[in-house]
């Protein structure tokens, strides 16, 4: 069975950092693209960011984030730097198949998901 555990998520004071984990559970991540995805109270999913070969990251959130894989230990991660309130929101992880120079931010392109975990960014 295919999931996705994530964990790390929490309440980080304005200018803060934190760290979330994606790990897999069931396969290996080295040939598959990771997407980061976050979505707040009454907005859209948004992706914030994606890891194949290399990362990409939203004109939201570049500068500001890092994404970062570790195959030795199955994981993805996404670090959170100079965090602000609009970065509050319940991130997921989600998984595709395929090892490529360029990845997507777009939700229909992943198969397997995350069940969240909610970072909040407040003073």
């Known amino acids: 069975q295919y999931q996705l555990v994530q964990s790390g998520g929490g309440l980080v004071q304005p200018g803060g950092s934190l760290r979330l984990s994606c790990a897999a559970s069931g396969f290996t991540l080295d040939y598959y693209t990771i997407g980061w995805f976050r979505q707040a109270p009454g907005k859209k999913r948004e992706g914030v960011s994606c890891i194949s070969r290399r990362a990409y990251y939203s004109d939201s959130v570049k500068g500001r984030f890092t994404t970062s894989r570790d195959n030795a230990k199955n994981t993805v991660f996404l670090e959170i730097n100079s965090s602000a309130p609009e970065d509050t929101a319940l991130y997921h992880c989600?998984?595709?198949?395929?090892?490529?120079?360029?990845?997507?931010?777009?939700?229909?392109?992943?198969?397997?998901w995350g069940l969240g975990t909610q970072v909040t960014v407040s003073s």
């Open positions: 989600a998984a595709r198949y395929g090892y490529y120079d360029g990845c997507s931010l777009q939700t229909p392109d992943y198969v397997y």
